[in-house]
Structures are given as C-alpha cells and as structure tokens.
C-alpha cells in the first residue's frame, strides 16, 4: 500500500538509506505482489508502520514512495505487499517487472498506523497492507479476539489474501464488493447505513485505510455516529 504521510511526519523523519536485495516475489492476486527483502541488522518496526521506498537503479533511485511492511519483526526479512499500477510509468509498474537480486533502498520506518486495542479494521483495496503485520501479529500472541475487518474491494479477484484473512479471523473477516453485484459478498458501501447496520460498539476504536477520500469520508462519519475522535486511527 502506498500511504502518503503528512507535513508533520516529514519533519519528524531522519533518513537513513539501506540497500537491500529482494530475496522473494511472490503474486498475491492479479496484480498485487509480496516483497521478500534482506533485514538490515537491528532494523524493527511497529506493526502498522512504514518506510521509504526505492529502486536502486540510476533512474529510479529518487523516486520515494511509501510502503507498509506486511512482515512480524519476528521474520528473518522485510516484506511488502505492492499493488502495481500498468496504466503509467512509475515506481509500482517498475516494481513489477524487477527480478530476485534485484535491489531496492528503504530508510528509516514512520507511521501512525498502530495497534492501540480492539476494535473494527475498515480497509479499502491495498489499504489493508498496514493491517496485515498487525493482524498477524495479533493472531500470533493469540490476541485476536475482539476485532472486526471490514474490507471493501471492487471485484472478488481484488481481495487481498483473503484465505489468510478468514483464517486469521474467522467469520470477523467481512469482504464488501461494490462493483459487482452477482458477488458472493456483501455488495454493499461501507458508509454511514453499512456502518449503523454492521457496528455493534461506536465507542470501540477504530482503524481505517484506504484512498484519501475513502479515509476522510468514513472518518468524518464514525464521528457523526457516536466514535470518538482519538480512537479513529488513521494515517494523517
């Protein structure tokens, strides 16, 4: 997932590069990969969190984007989980087309996109790459319970590592797609009626990502519904 960070994030960044060589490319779905990347030594993140990242060619070396690490710290690498984009020339299309060995430069980790407690995950197309390290590691210390996933997509082909997912959580893995109606899913919009329905507990936190609009929309109305402003947890 490709998250834009704020003027404040910027500002509270030291940049420290690592060149790093990509050990694995697996395909997740149509066109989403998994990154399996070297782990510099003493490298940790929170799950949820993010780097800067670039391909390490004389063209492509400047051209930072940001990336969430779909890994646990416990993993003997790094990983993302990359959505490319075919339609222009750019980072996640050139990604796309590199090979193992290949090497990319990632700097120091940021976000603000961490567990804080349970609560409903509300993830749109590859927004729900911060949510995978967290899941995961939730699911691995056996604290699961009492999270909810909301993840809407276009098409059931878009859906994200949707057998780890359900056997992470359970029937608290709900898929939405809205660009098909003979789906086997939930066809309906994660907006303010889905969110009345579907949420059983306003004053639980809550975790949103997805496209800028998407964000700024479901977080302005979790608020006119009854959640507190510092339990919506969202990149800012």
Known sequence: ????????????????????????????????????????????????QATDVSINEPEWKNELRPFTFTCLNSDP?????????????????????????????????WGAITYKG???????????????????QLHADGKLAGNTLFFS???????ILKEELEAMLGENARFNITARADTGYDHRKVNAGFLKAEVKDFSKRFYVCG????????SKTLEKLGA????VVFEK
């Open 211 to 218: 496209p800028d609009e998407m964000v700024s929309e479901i």
């Open 1 to 48: 997932m490709l998250i834009k960070p704020g003027a404040a994030a910027l500002q509270n960044r030291h940049i420290m590069d690592h060149i790093v060589k990509i050990l694995s490319i697996t395909n997740v779905t149509h066109n989403v990969r998994q990154y399996n990347i070297e782990k510099p030594k003493g490298f940790h993140f929170d799950p949820g």
């Open 77 to 109: 690498y790094l990983q993302f989980t990359i959505k490319s984009y075919t339609d222009h020339d750019g980072v996640t299309n050139r990604l796309g087309h590199l090979k193992v060995g290949d090497e990319l430069i990632i700097r120091d980790v």
């Open 118 to 136: 349970p609560g409903y995950f509300i993830a749109g197309g590859a927004g729900i790459t911060p949510f995978i390290a967290i899941l995961r």
């Open 228 to 231: 507190k402003a510092d339990e």
């Open 153 to 159: 997509n276009k098409t059931d082909k878009d859906i």
